[in-house]
């Protein structure tokens, strides 16, 4: 499934779950982040570094997803098979987001990737 490893330095229990916040850091994600799935339709977007909030109204049991490419853009892949019609069938970063999908997630996107793409936030 990963093609790569996010950062060698993180035990191997907790590389999976790295959230990137800057070009060379990333942290456990933990909180509820590191429960959630990822999906190429997502429910549920990055605001700040870290913080996790609904794009839409989401159902009492709705699962909720994000996408990882709101977070990461680095030497990282992994395949999907989220199942939606929106589906990209691999998660590469957010440097490889077609512009589309980048205008849909505007106001959703982590802060060190408005950045360092000089994206308009709101
Ligand atoms: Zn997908």
Known sequence: MYHGLVNDDFPEEIRNFLITYSQNSSRDSAGIARYLNHSCAPNVGVRGLFTLVAMREIKIGEELCWDYDMSEDIDWQMDCSCGSPECRRSIRGFRFLPEDVREK??????????EKYHLKKD
């Not at 997630?105 to 408005?114: K, M, Q």
């Open 105 to 114: 997630y505007r106001g959703f996107i982590s802060d060190w990737l408005v």
